[in-house]
């Protein structure tokens, strides 16, 4: 500990006496300074005792010396030492009613201690001090060593958390707890997930304080990692601001976590490069080939029914900004995060502006990605929604498949994306369109440019009020070409019918008995339909 006005009272050689403020000696003091100015404060840091004999002081005059202390204690000093014997042979009254009002601790110093024999007892405490904090900083320097690479993240938090007598807790690139010291910690750790979020925005090395007084703990978080994204964040709360020793071995596991997580960060690139060769042999028909390079690397993903998920940033955002690609990356590592905790394995290949992942049917990376769309596809439809480069991103996600089917998938998962991108969605599943109509689809202006081209010869007929062609035909098309049955629906004879599907035929110069013909006349009608 630093040393404080009580140790220096006791301190055999310095023969000091109290004579005021007596119930506040227990501060640390920073240093001792001498000084002779009838106001010294401006040459004051705070955390000083202040000592003087009283040359330029009328130490005797009531309101001058509340004045000179009211100025001392308000600047930071936290004792006077009052040296006797040298202007005043004892401490003048109103400098001791003074200090005790404030009140100010008042120490009263004899004519045979020099100044500066207080100043080298407060400059040795100091420097011991220090250097059993270096020493107890390289002690648990080296325990967290020890601990990280014996027992790994948790075991490096536990003994962190022993040392600064708090807690600690890891989180993961996607502001998720992956591991907490205590136990109970965990908790109190994921009400900060916020905090987090907001400290990975910020270049690494990024650090910020979280409470204080009137809060249950002050927590300092600490990103992790040497690149321009943080990796991961650290989290260390305490009842009260880090010693010297504690700010010691904070550190350390800063520089430990952020050696583990460059590692991991090597690693999982390998990782990438591999999952890429895995992913090509795949979509080449090579499902063999690919188990052989994936090794046990990716577990029974290869062997079990996956789904492909393709995510893509729009046309327009690749060319305007990079931030799709960071974009991207965020939801990669959602995704990477919620497989690891669930213990299940991911393959995730990033392509430039495109994102491509194989990941287990009914899995957590799956479920994360489908709750990550329905939450921005959410926060869109707020009134206080802002646009953002995250609402350039578009998902595709296939069906079910295996590893022979792999390339059938990823086409499914480019089919689902595509849509997405025409509907203004965020994700698009592709048994969902399976299982839904084609009519949805028909929304694309190519599609309605097409039909409106097709039957406007028939619409222009039906303007000249010389006949119904376009409801005729729609009625014959719907019975699939039965007369009496379309003409019964339009309320008109048979041959009524057959002459207007002729005249159909004629302005169009196309045949009806063709299946081609009839099927683009159907969906055109469609098409125009669902448009009006």
């Not at 990782?271 to 577990?299: K, N, S």
Request: a negative charge; proline letters at 5%; hydrophobic letters at 50%.
């Amino acid at each position: 500990m630093p040393p404080t006005l009580a140790s220096l009272v006791h301190h055999s050689a310095l023969k000091l006496t109290v004579r005021a403020g007596a119930d506040h000696l227990d501060v640390p003091v920073r240093w001792a300074h001498v000084s002779e100015l009838a106001d010294p404060v401006p040459y004051m840091e705070g955390g000083e005792l202040l000592l003087i004999t009283a040359l330029k002081l009328d130490a005797e005059d009531p309101e001058a010396m509340r004045r000179y202390v009211r100025r001392l204690a308000g600047a930071g000093v936290v004792g006077l030492g009052f040296a006797v014997g040298v202007n005043y042979e004892e401490i003048p009254t109103a400098l001791v009613d003074a200090c005790a009002h404030e009140p100010l601790p008042l120490l009263e110093v004899p004519r045979r201690t020099p100044f500066l024999a207080i100043s080298k007892a407060v400059s040795a405490a100091i420097a011991a001090d220090q250097y059993r904090a270096v020493t107890a900083g390289f002690a648990a320097q080296r325990e967290l060593t020890k601990q990280a690479l014996n027992a790994g993240p948790e075991g490096l938090l536990t003994s962190l958390a022993a040392q600064v007598d708090g807690w600690a807790a890891l989180y993961d690139a996607s502001g998720t707890v992956v591991a907490a010291a205590p136990d109970w910690a965990g908790r109190r750790a994921a009400r900060l997930t916020g905090e987090v979020e907001r400290l990975r925005e910020r270049p690494a090395p990024a650090s910020s304080v979280v409470g204080g007084p009137e809060h249950e703990d002050r927590v300092e978080l600490h990103s992790l990692g040497t690149g321009r994204r943080p990796r991961a964040a650290l989290a260390v709360g305490t009842a009260a601001a880090l010693g010297t020793a504690e700010r010691y071995a904070v550190h350390s596991a800063i520089a430990l976590l952020t050696l583990t997580t460059e590692r991991s960060r090597s690693l999982h690139a390998a990782e990438q490069r591999i999952g890429t060769a895995v992913l090509r042999m795949l979509l080449a028909g090579e499902p063999d080939h690919a188990r052989a390079v994936a090794g046990d690397l990716y577990g029974g993903l290869l062997d079990a029914p996956f789904r492909m998920i393709v995510a893509d940033a729009v046309p327009g955002a690749r060319a305007a900004t990079a931030a799709g690609g960071d974009r991207l990356g965020t939801l990669a590592e959602a995704l990477e995060a919620a497989a690891a905790r669930s213990g299940e394995a991911v393959l995730v290949v990033p392509e430039g502006a495109r994102l491509v992942v194989l990941a287990a049917d009914g899995g957590a990376a799956v479920a994360a990605c489908v709750a990550w769309a329905a939450a921005l596809e959410a926060a869109r439809t707020s009134p206080e929604h802002a646009v953002t480069d995250e609402d350039e991103i578009v998902v595709g996600l296939s069906a079910p498949a295996g590893p022979i089917a792999a390339a059938a998938a990823y086409k499914q998962a480019e089919q689902s994306l595509s849509v997405a991108r025409r509907r203004g969605r965020v994700l698009v599943e592709h048994e969902r369109l399976a299982a839904g109509s084609v009519l949805p689809l028909l929304a694309d202006d190519a599609v309605k440019a097409f039909a409106d081209g097709l039957l406007r010869p028939l619409y222009a007929h039906d303007a000249t009020g010389r006949g119904d062609l376009v409801a005729s035909l729609r009625a014959w098309l719907s019975r699939h070409g039965q007369w009496d049955a379309a003409a019964a629906d339009l309320g008109v004879h048979r041959h009524t019918l057959r002459y207007r599907m002729r005249r159909v035929e004629e302005i169009l110069g196309r045949s009806l008995d063709d299946p081609d013909v009839r099927m683009e006349l159907w969906l055109a009608l469609k098409t125009t339909a669902t448009d009006q």
